[in-house]
């Protein structure tokens, strides 16, 4: 197949879907990817790469194309829309001029957050005569109203109205977690078929040939809570805070947070002002680093808000959680929660709640190491069988190779 995989965010930007592409073009499918020019999450543009440029590289014999777009800069909602919005314009203009004369049997949309972003992908899609596919990473309107950044029902309506637009006009629509379905399909078409297809972690071999190199980052001896990924305003940082403040009597018990976000300064400033020094921030590391620092930890910590949107919400450091074989503390609702617990790879408490945390903390650290063992062998047999790419990335094939029979059939990009 010859696939036009459109994201946002690539390499060297740590996205699930650089993976993804690795294993589509390893399985033999002529892959390609439209992108914008490196900055996430630091707000800059990559050292090599120009904001305003517009070219095409080879990586690992994948073509990458690249658009113009304004950088997401120092914290700003204004400089966000602005960074969405020119990736929105670049894509569908400078996008479609660096492909022309390319043909494609589906176009693939890594679609995070913003899901306007499948605009440009649409027009992209007519203009090739081609099937469309967007994965769903985050659902809108509602994760709008969870961070807050719209909070007026006229003004989430219209978005919600743009959304199925975007929806009706693709052959499939893929989500990440099966929580997903519902909502998705409420505002699909009953024509557009709504599929659960997670996100893969990482490779599980290569994790453990991570964990038994030199670590980047050497923990401290003790009991070890590993938290990776964004700081943001969801992932419900107050309450962790909470819990370490209430965790101070257990000498031996940290919180590592490994990352950046929009809350890493607000971070840094609570820990000094609560005087928490059972908190460490060591900072942002590559994906290929987290292994070995995973390896170290007694613990992997996921959190995120209470809200009936986020309970839908498996966020896909889970998955390389469970590829690690350390057991897990899922503070958060819902489809996450489950997932952990019925699979027996950690302990949940609700989430947002410093008090209960501390209490599941207090739980596994009290438990023999024997049976924290077993926790995190479970959790290495639901990725083997669930979230591995092995599994996962002949599944995409078939749902990519459905998508363009259906599209040549009649049953393609809506009007």
């Known amino acids: 197949m010859r696939i036009l995989v459109f994201s946002q965010h690539f390499w060297p930007e740590s996205f699930r879907i650089n993976d993804v592409v690795r294993q589509l073009h390893a399985a033999g499918h002529q892959v390609s990817v439209l992108t914008g020019q490196p900055n996430y999450p630091g707000g800059a543009v990559f050292s090599g ?7 095409v590289e080879d990586w690992q014999g994948v ?10 800069g120092q914290p700003s909602a204004l400089r966000l829309v602005g960074n969405y919005l020119s990736f929105i314009a670049s894509a569908a203009t400078f996008g479609a001029w660096r492909l022309r004369g390319q043909p494609f049997d589906v176009i693939l949309v890594y679609a995070t957050s913003p899901l306007l972003q499948a605009l440009a992908a649409v027009a992209l899609a007519r203009l090739k005569h081609c099937a469309l596919v967007t994965w769903v990473q985050d659902l809108w309107p509602q994760s709008l109203q969870v961070t ?11 978005v919600a109205a743009v959304v ?6 693709n052959t499939l629509l893929l989500v990440p977690s099966q929580a997903f379905v519902a909502p998705v399909r409420a505002l699909a078409p009953g024509r557009v078929p709504v599929l659960w297809h997670p996100n893969p972690g990482d490779d599980a071999d290569a994790a453990i040939d991570d964990a038994v190199a030199s670590p980047a980052l050497r923990l401290s001896p003790g009991f070890n809570i590993v938290f990776a990924g964004n700081l ?4 419900a940082l107050d309450a962790v ?3 370490a403040a ?47 620092i995973y390896a170290q930890a007694q613990a992997l910590l996921v959190s995120l808000k209470s809200d009936p949107a986020m309970a839908l919400t498996v966020p896909s450091k889970v998955q390389s959680y469970l590829a690690a074989g350390r057991p897990i503390l899922a503070a958060l609702d819902g489809e996450g929660a489950r997932l952990v617990t019925e699979g027996g790879a950690g302990i949940a408490s609700p989430g947002g709640d ?16 024997a049976e924290r063992q077993r926790m995190g062998e479970a959790g290495r047999r639901l990725y083997a069988e669930h979230f591995s790419p092995a599994q996962l990335t002949p599944r995409l094939l078939a749902h990519l190779r459905d998508a363009a029979t259906r599209h040549r059939a009649g049953g393609g990009v809506g009007d």
């Open 246 to 292: 209430q965790l101070q009597d257990l000498a031996d018990v940290r919180f590592v947070l490994v990352g950046s976000g929009q809350r890493s300064d607000w971070l840094a400033e609570q820990v000094h002002a609560r005087g928490l020094e059972n908190i460490d921030l060591p900072g942002r590391f590559e994906p290929a680093q987290m292994a070995g």
């Open 63 to 72: 073509p990458i194309h690249r658009v113009p777009l304004l950088p997401r």
């Open 164 to 169: 199925r637009w975007i929806y009706a006009r």
């Open 49 to 55: 790469y120009r904001a305003a440029a517009s070219g």
């Open 232 to 235: 943001g305003l969801a992932q």
């Open 354 to 369: 410093g008090t209960a945390l501390a209490a599941a903390v207090r739980h596994l650290h009290a438990l023999p190491e």
């Open 241 to 243: 805070l909470d819990a």
């Open 148 to 158: 807050g950044y719209v909070r007026h029902p006229r003004a989430l309506a219209a």
